[in-house]
T-cell receptor, first 111, second 111 residues
């Protein structure tokens, strides 16, 4: 059964305290792994797509990496505005149209 | 560009009633999706479409129907609403198997 697991469920950081969020997956036929940010009461907002093991993407204080079994979202020197829920998703199948989302990591950055 | 728009934002239904959730995108994306998000759960794919006239089931299609007569619109129909369909519904679109752009969501309560 295709499965995506995110950890931790919740994370509280002091402003400037770097950390990493984990997304592990057990799927057959991974087509892509996606990271999204979701603010309360809003739809998810796209951050990164990773397609192959060893790939890395960066955007401001965020860096996403991918291995054959998991992905990490590294947050360097976070700011309070980085507080949000971070969602991981995988696309699988021949056409890559079946998407499975993890339950997310709720990040709170304290000033 | 408005991106992905959804109507209504909120709706309360009585058990057994029917309704249609509207979704429109103006990015000329060929792929469109419907998800539901329950508290503490990840987004679950209900239906998706790879183009006008083509739809397919996702992970949780029971109790829902869709149609795609144009590139822009992808309505989701709930027949005989049940309390288990209380959720937040998100529509998304993408250009083929790339990152998805999400709408603001519809919060549905079935009493």
């Amino acid at each position: 059964e295709d499965q995506v697991t995110q950890s931790p469920e919740a994370l509280r950081l002091q402003e400037g305290e770097s950390s990493s969020l984990n997304c592990s997956y057990t799927v057959s036929g991974l087509r892509g792994l996606f990271w999204y940010r979701q603010d309360p009461g809003k739809g998810p907002e796209f951050l990164f797509t990773l397609y192959s093991a060893g790939e890395e993407k960066e955007k401001e204080r965020l860096k996403a990496t991918l291995t054959k079994k998991e992905s990490f979202l590294h947050i360097t020197a976070p700011k309070p505005e980085d507080s949000a829920t971070y969602l991981c998703a995988v696309s699988v199948g021949v056409s890559g149209n079946q998407f499975y989302f993890g339950t997310g990591t709720s990040l709170t950055v304290i000033p | 560009n408005a991106g992905v728009t959804q109507t209504p934002k909120f709706r309360i239904l009585k058990i057994g009633q029917s309704m249609t959730l509207q979704c429109t995108q103006d990015m000329n994306h060929n792929y469109m999706y419907w998800y539901r998000q329950d508290p503490g759960m990840g987004l679950k794919l209900i239906y998706y479409s790879v183009g006008a006239g083509i739809t397919d089931k996702g992970e949780v299609p029971n109790g829902y129907n869709v149609s795609r007569s144009t590139t822009e619109d992808f309505p989701l129909r709930l027949e005989l609403a049940a309390p288990s369909q209380t959720s937040v519904y998100f529509c998304a679109s993408s250009y083929f198997e790339t990152e998805q752009f999400f709408g603001p969501g519809t919060r549905l309560t079935v009493l």
